[in-house]
């Protein structure tokens, strides 16, 4: 059982470059969300989804794109990375219903310069 | 969503019970009350969850008193692996869960 899965695990991006972070689950969660987290920093909400073709905007979504054409991805493009991007990037899924615990992936720690 | 507040930081040694306390004053009535742990360098992992009273796993206690305005995560005779930042969330558990700062613990030996 792979739980949430998130590729790449780092990357280096220039400045003005876009790229997509990966994030797969096969717990057949409904909802998906993205977060970033800064050095010595808490979690930060980007996007969320709340199932198949849904997505709405957290905290922080200002520079990032999400979809969510299936169930079990979802994708987090940056449209043109910019150094305030770098950053440690989770993905996390969880089932519905007020008691369900969210799983995360293992992260994808991006660095632009 | 509740807004919750917790210590930034705490210390104790290996051994010792530690109690971290979340304060959530305006938590709804179909707020669950969730802890998760973080390590460096992973994402947050589900340590227990509650609505009220007491909730024991084999990981930690969770004490809820009657008015559900806070909430005390215990873990029992620390060890130097638990070392790490702990996040209080009070929610209905739906899609857009909001993550705190955090109480960092620093476990001595």
């Known amino acids: 059982n792979a739980g949430v899965t998130q590729t790449p695990k780092f990357q280096v991006l220039k400045t003005g470059q876009s790229m997509t972070l990966q994030c797969a689950q096969d717990m057949n969660h409904e909802y998906m969300s993205w977060y970033r987290q800064d050095p010595g920093m808490g979690l930060r909400l980007i996007h969320y989804s709340v199932g198949a073709g849904i997505t709405d905007q957290g905290e922080v979504p200002n520079g990032y794109n999400v979809s969510r054409s299936t169930t079990e991805d979802f994708p987090l493009r940056l449209l043109s990375a910019a150094p305030s991007q770098t950053s440690v990037y989770f993905c996390?899924?969880?089932?519905?219903?007020?008691?369900?615990?969210?799983?995360f992936g293992q992260g994808t720690r991006l660095t632009v310069v | 969503l509740a807004k919750t507040t917790q210590p930034i930081s705490m210390d104790s040694y290996e051994g010792q019970e530690v109690n971290i306390t979340c304060s959530h004053n305006?938590?709804?009535?179909?707020?669950?009350i969730t802890w998760y742990q973080q390590f460096p360098s992973q994402g947050p992992r589900f340590i227990i969850q509650g609505y009220k009273t007491k909730v024991t796993n084999e990981v930690a206690s969770l004490f809820i008193p009657a008015d559900r305005k806070s909430s005390t995560l215990s873990l029992p005779r620390v060890s130097l692996s638990d070392t790490a930042v702990y996040y209080c969330l009070v929610g209905t558990g739906g899609f857009k869960t909001i993550f705190g700062a955090g109480t960092r613990l620093f476990v001595k030996a």
């Open positions: 996390a899924s969880r089932g519905r219903g007020g008691n369900t615990e969210a799983f």
């Open positions: 305006n938590i709804a009535t179909n707020d669950y």
